[in-house]
């Protein structure tokens, strides 16, 4: 163990959509081992991981290209996308000689296990990373929610999410260059002012059990590591 960690048990929500690094569609290689990379750094530290990833980099049930599209079926689609990340990352976490599960939402038995809570944190407690794939199973939500949802059924000490920008802003940064970054600031606060950062109903669950969310860049290397570290890093969502 290198350091002392802030936390025990984390999970971590990683961005479907960042796995494109920069290409237009899909999984980069350059970037799925360099997102391992930083999770065996954290596993190293005697940190237990759990991780629900993102589907944007494949599909999205509220994209164009599901318009026209039952959304129960689009959203179907979109948790599929999810499964297939799941393994992605798998291998590229077995390629560094980290163990981990994949246990999806949707039963699929010859492709992951099951979720079943009590594996999960059986897996956790023998340090394997734990892969949550498809979601929460059902459509109308969305993978922060997922993260939101299976944090607390693990009962980990925070949600992190490692998403395409480095932290919470006044207002989306992608679009508004004035928009300003939060060192902290209140879910109420978040949820208040609409910031979209992550969904309001994962916001709300996060709230309502205070369970305190890290938001940070997933492309900054060592941001994730220095979270965990406590180090002040993106922007701490609080009750
Ligand atoms: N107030 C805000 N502060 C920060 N980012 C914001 C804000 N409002 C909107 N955003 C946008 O939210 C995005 C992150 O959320 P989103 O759920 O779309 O992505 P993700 O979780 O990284 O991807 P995926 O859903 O594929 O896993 C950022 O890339 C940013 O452009
Ligand atoms: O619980 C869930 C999680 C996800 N979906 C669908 O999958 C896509 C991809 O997830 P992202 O969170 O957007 O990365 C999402 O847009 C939904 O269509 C779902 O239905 N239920």
């Known amino acids: 163990m290198s350091q002392t960690p802030a936390y025990q048990r984390i999970l971590l929500k990683l961005s479907g959509e960042a796995l494109m690094g920069s290409d237009s569609y899909g999984i980069n290689r350059a970037t799925i081992e360099q997102m391992v990379k930083e999770v065996k750094d954290v596993v190293e530290m005697g940190v237990q991981v759990a ?4 589907g944007g980099n494949i599909f999205r049930g509220v994209a164009p290209a599901a318009a026209g599209m039952d959304r129960a079926t689009a959203d179907y ?4 996308a999810t499964v297939m990340n799941a393994l992605a990352l798998q291998d590229a976490l077995k390629h560094i000689g980290v163990v981990s599960r994949v246990q999806s939402a949707l039963t699929m038995q ?5 979720y079943i809570r009590g594996k999960a944190m059986r897996y956790l407690e023998e ?3 734990v892969i949550f794939a498809a979601g929460t199973g059902n459509p109308f939500f969305t993978t922060d929610t997922a993260a939101a949802l299976r944090g607390m059924e693990i009962g980990a000490d925070i949600v992190l999410k490692a998403t395409k920008v480095d932290g919470v802003y006044t207002d989306d940064p992608k679009t508004n260059p004035d928009a300003t970054r939060y060192e902290s600031i209140t879910f109420d606060e978040a949820i208040a002012k609409n910031l979209k950062v992550m969904d309001a109903t994962a916001l709300t669950l996060c709230r309502d059990q205070k369970m305190p969310l890290s938001v940070f860049s997933i492309f900054k290397q060592g941001a994730l590591k220095r979270v965990v570290s406590g180090a002040n890093e993106g922007t701490l969502v609080h009750v």
């Not at 991780?51 to 993102?54: A, L, N, T």
């Not at 010859?110 to 099951?114: G, I, K, L, S």
């Open 51 to 54: 991780v629900v990833i993102g």
């Open 77 to 80: 689609m979109g948790m599929l």
């Open 110 to 114: 010859q492709v992951a296990e099951p």
């Open 127 to 129: 340090g394997k990373v």
